[in-house]
């Protein structure tokens, strides 16, 4: 005897009723949705149907039918005649009053644009949603199993290069995660009903069909029949018979994101992104040089891991491992010998994660340094894929300060070199670090590390997506591919050059204040270029325009002194600096350019709060530098507590601050009331070190009486 999946909804008697009493045929499969996905979200049934209230409309609008739904252009348009229905019905039940029932018909109308958006929002397409859409373009019944399971038959036949693509920017690990996150859902609300059905029975009966509880083992049986009601409401929601086609054979038309290796590279990626920059949405350089599509395939049939990988079944223990996570040989054959572009991408992504997981971490001097392969990863595509020098990189295990300028700076790749690694010479190190005087104790100390990270670089260079010659390595062509995929499948705004090149001057601005200097630079300048000459004084004001608005909106996270370096990078001309002087945020630094290209400025010419917006930064990077003295001092006697703001001796600070109140009129209190006012978030550490520290008793005072605004201000910004 089959049990039944249909849910105790009213459905039938709703349909008819509507039918009756309004004239109108509704759609089953929309109206089935609504009232279903209603009732499993705790509506009330005493009057024989879900009722609906305004928060239940928004959320199964907006969070249900755009992930379990696929509504052909008239299914869509009916979804709020059925809401509307409900309501009129449930109003003549006696459920409802005049207010109420008007204030349900309006939440119905506010909901409606959202839901349609949702609808047709790539981003929330799962697999059945996906393959619905497609069989039914083809002309195949939804409603008819067997020609659904045909269909699916015929479409695991068809070439890889002759499928469909999924839209743009969408990859098959979000749908994996969609689609199971969706899925999850569905079974904690059928559980929820299960339960709410068990503890009181609605005077309209079971929501569920009686579970077999009188089976051997109930919990299984329980659970069994909850999976098979999702099921069926799947398929009737998408194509009948549509989940049971896309598993066990043709599980790899809608894999979970366990059959996805790179699936957890990509969480990986976001965890580095979000300790870096805290948002995902912080974008990063594009990558120096992506792969023709064409290409792809001959560059991961080339790579040692992948090929060996592909030729087996001779394959040691450790590689088989591999091979059967990534499906090659197997499944996954068929994308190595006939896979679109972003397929072999995605194939090559779940090798490199793979070979990832199965490094060692390196490790610098008493542990306290480390450094893995997604990390590695993720610092090459951090610095817009430029290469990088395997001795600085081990560098960062000591406490070397490494000039900013060069930490970001490509290495130059070598013509020739050997194989086998040799950490560069004490010469070849104080160029490489900027830090001169390197000799070969220095060498000896940072051998041991050098060499461990170019045997871990080594071992992801046989993935084809690293290499290394000599002292320097990088991402390949097709290893920027790959991690661009990766970061995406991880959330992270990875924005191609084309993008780039789209931006507004304010997006432009607020991206490369986080990349490398020169890549920040030259976008500036192509900007610039793009809209009106680089040379062009005009052509720069939408960039200085950016600069101090984005200071404005974000006082501790925009440090105008950087964005102005970068522009001077740039080759921003005088006549747009000149332009800038009287701009009460970046007027001072303006003028410091100006007057570094020898040209005549008067202090006069710029605006107090500029004078002081710029005095705040340079302040607070005085106080960065005794806090490291301090650190390193502390470190050097075993001490690793952090420090608190107070305990950090204002070393350079204090003699600093004294120099520039001499000169600011109205002397130190006012210059201090100056900071507060100009950057209260950047004078902030500041006035802390003036109030515990400063000798003078009327200058603590003063700081001490400004924290207090300061703070309130600080909090007005960051709101």
Known sequence: MTRTTALNTGLDDFLAWAARERGTALPVRPADAVLTLLALRGADRRSGVPEPTPQLVAQVLHEDLPELLWASDDELAAVPAVLTALADRVRAAGRLNAKRHTRLLAAIDEAVPGFRTAMADPARLTWPRWYASLLRA???????????????DAYERTPHAERPTLPESLHRFEMAGRTFAT????????????ARDTAATSPADRLLPAPPLDADRPDDALGAELERIADALTDRWTATGLTQALAGPHAGLAPSPEALPHAALADRMLDEHLDYYGASSIPLPPPARLPAPEDIRALLHAAPLPAALAAGPELDDDLREIAERCGLPGPATAVWDEGTPQELVELAADILAAQVERLPTVTGPQDSWSVDGAHLLYALYERGCTPDSVARKASDSDFAEIPPELEDAPAGVPAIATATYETPSPEELSALLGLPGRTEADREELDPVAHSLAALVDRLAETGCVFRRGDTYGLTPLGSAVMRHVMAAGQVAVPDADTVAGWDAEQTVAAVRNWPQRIAARTLADWAARNGGADSGEAWAPVLAAVSEAKSLDLHGTRVRDCFDLLDLAGIPVAALRTALAD?????????????????????????????????????????????????????DDETRIPALDEIPPTTLLPAFDEESAAWPGGAPALIRALATADPLTAHRTLVSLRDHHPDKQVAGAAAQALKPARRAAGRARR
């Open 183 to 194: 899925r999850a859902r569905l079974a904690e609300s059928l559980l929820a009903a299960f």
């Open 138 to 152: 083809d002309g195949t019944d939804p409603g008819d199993a067997d020609a659904v399971r045909a269909w699916v």
């Open 584 to 636: 009460p945020v970046t007027g001072a630094e303006a003028r410091r350019l100006l007057l570094a290209r020898g040209e005549d400025v008067s202090e006069e010419s710029v605006p107090p709060n500029a004078t002081a917006t710029t005095l705040a930064e340079k302040l607070d990077r005085l106080w960065m530098e005794d806090m490291r003295a301090y650190v390193t001092e502390r470190h050097e």
